[in-house]
């Protein structure tokens, strides 16, 4: 695993899910996939998958990101630090409801475990589902 911090500002030019993009960083560069540093959306075919997609879709779809690299994953994405209209995409997205903090990579992150509790008390997004099922688990299953 290696640390990168230069900062990019890149297009988004596509959503995956509530905690993937498409990127394009240059005209003439290929197109890379960020993964959202320290949160987990619901996947395809799981409650809330689409809302969150959405959610994620109203923020940064077709706008300029700031990107800041911290890792690549097992699937080759970009695992960053994201911002969308001048917006934490990650506390966006969890504030909102519409991801978990990604406990196993979150150790940087300690304001999203109290963005997440805010949207569960107030059963925000997935929070209001009585049984929500974390992403992990349900790739699991």
Not at 59 to 84: F, G, K, Q, S
Not at 105 to 132: F, I, K, N, T, V
């Amino acid at each position: 695993m290696q640390m990168i911090s230069a900062i990019l500002v890149c297009l988004v030019v596509g959503i995956s899910d509530g905690d993937s993009m498409t990127v394009r960083c240059a005209a003439a560069a290929p197109q890379r996939q960020v993964r959202i540093h320290a949160i987990d959306a619901p996947e395809r075919y799981q409650s809330f998958s689409d809302a969150a997609r959405s959610s994620l879709a109203a923020l940064c779809l077709d706008t300029r990101a700031r990107i800041r690299p911290m890792d690549t994953d097992d699937y080759a994405r970009t695992v960053a630090e994201v911002e969308c209209r001048g917006e934490d995409v990650a506390a966006h997205q969890v504030s909102a409801g519409m991801a978990w903090v990604y406990e196993r990579y979150a150790e940087m992150r300690p304001d999203l475990r109290a963005l997440q509790a805010q949207a569960r008390s107030a059963r925000r997004g997935l929070w209001a589902d009585a049984h929500p099922v974390a992403p992990w688990e349900w790739r699991r299953r």
